[in-house]
């Protein structure tokens, strides 16, 4: 008589590698393939969490001396970040090229049958506050190359709205690494349990609440905000128990920092466009689009103030664009705000 077959174990213990073989990260197309492409984005998450977490006591604070394409001073663990990546995602033949804000150009990595994805990627984000013990980050996203593997990675390849996305997620270097991630259905998170050296799934099913009550934008700009923006920072902060106001303020000044609050805990983070930055400051490829995948695919929603991040259609690498994220009520209500001016 056959033992009767027992229901699965509580979810412990599963690794990321597990999650997706096992087919529970919820996209039949995630295959071996993409194991193997998010193995190494992970191992590269490994070794930038050892360099993060030594940094104050190996010489990789400070700045390198050099300035990036944005123009900004670029840390030592920035430029450390960005060649762990690409030394890594250079193995196993799965990369065929990587868009990562410290450089200039796409990098091209492999022209093997198998390179069919391109990542895009802030290998280090939040760098101002690396010196300071400030949470930072590492923001990506997966794209399939429109040409068949084994062609080199073109412009086309990249060049896209964030929609065609087919994974994309962020690691959070804080009190605990964590790795959120997602396929486009559901949204889910891992913690790297350092004595085994393991991501384990910590967070199934992340949504994003429909109505928050947190908002996160650097009031210093406030004098160079539009006078809709100047107008919903007002009303956020007036007295009404009806619609949980004043909300709370939370600002890190790292995306991911304040991305991953507000997509545990609903509310919004906004960096809008002003006199300083009319395009905003945010980068749509590897900043904008990524973030907007995932707090889409939680139930959230993500727009540049009045249209839909994911239907932006890039037309440079290193564009900007202005940001909000967050619950969809809140984020309604910004765009509303715009509207009216
Ligand atoms: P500000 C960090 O430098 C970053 O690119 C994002 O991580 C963050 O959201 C934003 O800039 C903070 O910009 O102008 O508020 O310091």
């Given at each position: 008589m056959s033992a009767s077959i027992q229901p699965?174990?509580?979810?412990?213990?599963?690794t990321l590698e597990t999650y997706i073989m096992e087919g529970?990260?919820?996209?039949?197309?995630?295959?071996g393939h993409f194991t193997s492409l998010l193995n190494q984005v992970c191992l590269a998450a490994r070794m930038i969490t050892a360099h993060v977490r030594a940094a104050g006591l190996a010489?990789?604070?400070?700045?390198?001396?050099q300035t990036n394409v944005q123009g900004e001073a670029v840390q030592k663990l920035d430029e450390l970040a960005n060649n762990t990546l690409r030394s890594v995602l250079s193995?196993?033949?799965?990369?065929a090229a990587i868009v990562s804000e410290e450089d200039d150009e796409m990098t091209p990595i492999s022209d093997d049958p198998r390179a069919k994805y391109v990542v895009v990627v802030?290998?280090?984000?939040?760098?101002?506050?690396i010196d300071c013990n400030v949470a930072i980050g590492t923001i990506f996203g997966i794209l399939k190359k429109?040409?068949?593997?084994g062609l080199p990675a073109t412009k086309d390849d990249v060049?896209?709205?964030?929609?065609?996305?087919?994974c994309a997620g962020y690691l959070l270097y804080s009190a605990q690494t964590m790795l959120v991630l997602t396929f486009g259905r559901g949204v889910h998170g891992f913690t790297y349990d350092p004595g085994v050296g393991e991501f384990f799934?910590?967070?199934?099913?992340i949504r994003c609440p429909e109505k928050g009550s947190v908002y996160s934008i650097n009031g210093g700009n406030s004098t160079r905000w539009s006078a809709g923006v100047r107008k919903w920072a007002a009303w956020i902060k007036e007295e009404d128990k009806a619609t949980s106001r004043p909300y709370s303020s939370r600002y890190v000044g790292s995306l991911v920092a304040d991305a991953h609050r507000t997509l545990l805990k609903g509310g919004i983070f906004a960096y809008p466009a002003d006199t300083k930055s009319p395009k905003g400051?945010?980068?749509?490829?590897?900043?904008?689009n990524p973030m907007a995948y995932i707090f889409e695919a939680a139930g959230g929603a993500a727009t540049d103030g009045t249209s839909r991040i994911l239907d932006l259609q890039p037309t440079e690498t290193h564009e900007r664009t202005p940001l909000v994220l967050g619950s969809r009520e809140d984020v309604e209500t910004f765009a509303r705000f715009l509207r009216e001016g």
């Open positions: 699965p174990p509580p979810k412990l213990g599963i529970m990260i919820g996209s039949p197309g995630a295959t010489d990789v604070l400070g700045y390198t001396g193995r196993r033949g799965h990369c802030d290998p280090l984000d939040g760098s101002s506050n429109r040409g068949e593997g060049l896209r709205p964030g929609r065609d996305l087919l799934l910590s967070h199934e099913n400051k945010l980068r749509l490829l590897y900043e904008a």
